[in-house]
T-cell receptor, first 114, second 112 residues
């Protein structure tokens, strides 16, 4: 186990609704990345937060937004849900400090949009 | 655009044999290449990282090679076991970013 937790485990939403997914990083990790993984695909980078500031963003529209809190836990918010947003959403916490590159993934939240 | 290719077909091998998985990339110059294991319904788990100036890295039964001229990494599991059955993902990373670009993964099935 990586020590990274995510909630909820599964979620079903209707097109047009909004959703908030949560992630608790491993203790001492000040950076968190969020990824979207469609069925049969590799994870796709959404964005990253470092010390509560967005620190890089992938090719996702602005309706995907995030927050990182002082305790380094994090949220991913998706507005105006579309059917194609159905996927496994993964957060990954990254240790602080130089020359640390491995990422510690949570178990993911499976989002289904109907 | 950047592209990462892994064997899309599942790899089926017999227990005890060596599994070799391939990761090819184009239009990218990664500083680091990582391999992750992912079991169904779970998040990826980090296995190995290799830097652009390293040719080979080993960890127990795992070996990774990195050829920046061929733009290819090979991932080997020696003396494979049924418990090694999973999807294996390669991921590329540039300098000064923690953004990982993943391949689609290769599903490995090890039969007793």
């Amino acid at each position: 186990e990586t020590g990274v937790t995510q909630s909820p485990t599964h979620l079903i939403k209707t097109r047009g609704q909004q959703v908030t997914l949560r992630c608790s990083s491993q203790s001492g990790h000040n950076t968190v990345s969020w990824y979207q993984q469609a069925l049969g695909q590799g994870p796709q980078f959404i964005f990253q937060y470092y010390r509560e500031e967005e620190n890089g963003r992938g090719n996702f529209p602005p309706r995907f937004s995030g927050l990182q809190f002082p305790n380094y836990s994090s949220e991913l918010n998706v507005n105006a849900l579309e059917l194609d947003d159905s996927a496994l959403y993964l957060c990954a916490s990254i240790p602080g400090g130089a020359d640390t590159h491995e990422q510690y993934f949570g178990p993911g939240t499976r989002l289904t949009v109907t | 655009s950047q592209k990462i290719e892994q064997n899309s077909e599942a790899l089926n091998i017999q227990e005890g044999k060596t599994a070799t998985l391939t990761c090819n990339y184009t239009n990218y110059s990664p500083a680091y290449l990582q391999w992750y294991r992912q079991d169904p319904g779970r998040g990826p788990v980090f296995l190995l990282l290799i830097r652009e100036n390293e040719k080979e890295k080993r960890k127990e039964r795992l070996k990774v090679t990195f050829d920046t001229t061929l733009k290819q990494s090979l991932f080997h599991i020696t003396a494979s076991q049924p418990a090694d059955s999973a999807t294996y993902l390669c991921a590329l990373e540039s300098y000064n970013t923690d953004k990982l670009i993943f391949g689609t993964g290769t599903r490995l099935q090890v039969f007793p």
